[in-house]
């Protein structure tokens, strides 16, 4: 069917109204007004990579925490929670029960003296800054990426980059948790502590997560320039670097010796320029492809086009430290002690070329401080985050399978909500702290509704009854 | 430019517009009773809300005021050009994910009647989303 604006018009008024029809009810559960469930449609939820799918039995959106808890206490088989589907790990997929908070969005509430935001957790991170700014605080820090659900990206310890500062986890200084069983428990780090250090990064395995309070502070600009450098140098200057700046990360470019530095700071500046190309990244692979794998004609070929051209972007802080990432890729990331980065991030490029590994998306190296959140992977130490990514429509496992075992040689902790091939038995070591988080899912989930084949595996849990 | 919660509002009257729509070319067949009907079915204000709030966390996070090859809210010559013409394949590759195009356009709740719904308002809603767009000043 070959579409006019006509017939554009007469499909999205009959789109719109399908909603309403009889045979797409969006209730799941009886009493459970706000629940959109598709078992009529069918529809199967895919991660934004679209490598992990599921058909659950129900699709919920629930309004408000009654519905949620009524949702809990009535659901059978297995729950799991989710958010914008940003994960590049199975945290997800189950058959029965998938909850989203995304009808639970925006600020709650604040208090000027303290700096803090009582936020909902379905809010999007692309939704928060601008909802803070009106209430006038801003997030102390965030990745950049903005667009996850608050709630998903605490339940994996998302991150973004800074001298002295720690991933979004680290900021919350009190939450409330809905248990599998539909109770409320409101925590923070003198009521229900141990809740508290556990559930403010669970991989969603005690419940759904449904208001965060979030220590910030006063908004403020940032600009940031991002500049062509030599890798060599890059590397001998990247303690110095993130000591001089707000935030420091660097793109490494792989088979070229060359890296993106990108340095963000404060500024008073009014003009606001975000410009960027989103799509950039085809321009690498283009230029790879086009010089026949050649690394020294690469290399030329990124000088010229990128070479002695400084960029620029200045505004106000959720918007400069968010970056347009449309170009779907998948990505395995680990985070090694600080002061062993500079050394992981040689030898993997050092493998990458030796092994000719034909993998030419920027590898990404970011600073995070550590925190006392029990299975952050920045639990007690400052860490040096390394992320590896690949195109979504190329085979992902060369690259991954040939640098993880690079990762683990520094005592890498991998990014939950990443690709990664560990299982319980060689996760438990990496935290000091994972016995005790077992013992709080053990009491918060007795028979195991929120695992799923993944999370059995990874937390080394089983569902019982 | 990031415009989502700002536009929001503005974009809600085009979507009641939609669902308005859908529901006056729907009369007859059993529309006003199914939005009548308690315990478990959305009436029409909170469904109203429910897409209003899909379009604000998802769809307009990258198709409202972005180029750079994502094709604009309302912007017809965005859509006029793309390599496939057919609205159902547009729908079906929102839902699957297709190139850049996430799967369910990260709305990891909403129905297929939601997913198309969304994808209409986006090709064919310029008559209601340019206005509400030069309501706010997005570009």
Known sequence: MRWTRRALIRDAMVAAGLVTLPGFRVDGLPGVASAASAPEDGLAWKNWAGDYACRPRLRAAPRDEAALVELLRNATGTIRPVGAGHSFSPLVPCEDTLIACDQMSGVIGFDAETMQAEVWAGTRLHELGPALERVGQALINQPDIDDQALGGALATSTHGTGQGMGSLSSYVTGLTLATPSGDLIECDADRDAEVFHAARCSLGSLGVVTRVRMQNRAPYRLRETTTLVPMDELLAQAEALRDAHRHMEFMALPHSGLGLLITTDETEGDEVELAEDPQAVYGLREAWDAVGQNGEVYRQALMQVLGGA????????????????????????????????????????????????????????????????????????????????????????????????????????????????????????????WDDFAKVRDRLDPKGKMLNAHLSTVLGAEKRG | ?????????????????????????????????????????????????????????????????????????????????????????????????????????????????????????????SEIVVPALAEVGAD
């Open chain 2, 1 to 125: 430019m990031r415009r989502s919660l700002r536009i929001s509002s503005s974009l809600f009257a085009g979507l009641t517009f939609l669902s308005m729509g859908g529901c006056a070319e729907l009369k007859g067949s059993g529309a006003d009773e199914a939005l009548a009907t308690s315990g478990g079915v959305l009436n029409r204000s909170q469904q109203v809300r429910r897409e209003a709030r899909i379009f604000a966390s998802t769809c307009a996070h990258c198709h409202v005021g972005h180029s750079g090859g994502i094709p604009r809210a309302g912007v017809a010559e965005d859509w006029n050009g793309r390599e496939t013409q057919d609205f159902d394949m547009l729908v079906q590759h929102a839902i699957e994910g297709y190139r850049d195009m996430p799967p369910l356009g990260t709305c990891s709740y909403c129905s297929r009647a939601e997913i198309a719904a969304m994808t209409a308002l986006l090709v064919a809603g």
């Open chain 1, 310 to 433: 400084t960029e620029v972007r200045q505004g106000p802080s959720h918007r400069v430290l968010a970056h347009d990432r449309f170009v779907r890729f998948r990505e395995m990331e680990y985070t090694v002690p600080a002061d062993q980065g500079p050394a992981c991030l040689a030898e993997i490029l050092e493998t990458i070329e030796r092994e000719q590994i034909p993998v030419i998306f920027p590898i990404e190296y970011r600073y995070v401080s550590a925190d006392d959140v029990w299975l952050s992977m920045f639990n007690d130490r400052d860490g040096a985050s390394i992320s590896i990514h690949e195109f979504v429509d190329a085979d992902h496992r060369p690259v991954f399978d040939a640098i993880e075992p690079i990762f683990w040689r520094y005592g890498g902790r991998p990014h939950w909500g990443k690709w990664h091939s560990l299982g319980a038995a060689r996760l438990k070591d990496r935290y000091a702290h």
